[in-house]
């Protein structure tokens, strides 16, 4: 009988907000939240038809255990620690150091779920990085906040906006300017990215003012993840590149 597939990270954002919202513990099979949570997770778009082919993936038994094994790998947790995966212990780590942005992800990523709206996107290949990680809130909501940014009608829109404001169509970063770079060629061409993630701005309708102007690096850099991290806005990207480097 086929294993079932590891835990990703959006499956472990939505076991863990359970786990913080019952006070650090773990939640038995017969609680009803546990059953949710299985059904949910049985019907991620991640892993391929897993739930048809694998009785007991994400069963209500499995969606227990690993409760425990977020609930028992807190660093206050008093007893005999269950074993828990490098994913699990940086979840655990994230809910801790951003509880209220953590379990905003996993309220976004259910909303995305109960609308259907993540089940309509396709994979994106830049939702996780060349390693085949992802930002800690996990890649569907990676997916959505792509699909969103990449509306050719939203972007058109948002620099019709700035031209017609006299602004610039230059990175709001970096100051890269597509046209005085590569002459006619790149005249009126930048990318968009959202000023917010969405699990801080909430999966709300995009508005211009959501947006920021950004050159492909910096767009590039503030989707990339590293463990533990977040995506980054452009003021934080901003911030890292002002960050004094060291010497040859």
Not at 12 to 39: I, M
Not at 164 to 174: D, F, I, S
Request: net charge neutral; proline share 7%; hydrophobic share 35%.
């Amino acid at each position: 009988m086929p294993k079932s597939p590891a835990w990703t990270r959006d499956e472990l954002l939505l076991a863990c907000a359970l786990v913080v919202e019952n006070n650090w513990n773990e939640l038995r099979e017969g609680d009803p939240r546990v059953l949710d949570l299985s059904d949910l997770l049985r019907s991620l778009p991640l892993h391929h038809g897993a739930a048809q082919t694998i009785p007991k993936f994400r069963s209500v038994g499995s969606v227990s255990r690993k409760t425990s094994d977020l609930a028992s790998n807190h660093p206050e947790y008093v007893g005999v620690s269950t074993k828990g995966g490098r994913l699990d212990k940086e979840v655990i780590a994230a809910f801790i150091a951003r509880p209220s942005e953590m379990l905003g992800a996993a309220a976004a990523l259910r909303q995305g779920i109960g609308t259907g709206a993540l089940y309509e996107i396709p994979a994106d290949p830049d939702e996780v990085d060349d390693d085949g990680s992802s930002a800690v809130e996990g890649r569907l909501l990676a997916r959505w906040a792509m699909h969103r940014e990449r509306d050719r009608g939203l972007r058109a829109r948002k620099i019709a906006r700035a031209e017609k404001l006299g602004q610039p169509l230059r990175c709001e970063v970096c100051t890269f300017d597509f046209g005085r770079f590569y002459g006619p060629l790149g005249k009126g061409y930048i990318e968009v990215h959202h000023r917010l993630p969405l699990h801080i701005s909430g999966p709300r309708e995009t508005g211009l003012d959501d947006l920021a102007l950004l050159c492909a690096n910096c767009h590039r850099m503030c989707h990339r993840s590293s463990p533990g991290a977040s995506w980054r806005t452009p003021d934080a990207l901003r911030a890292e590149m002002d960050q004094p480097r060291p010497g040859p």
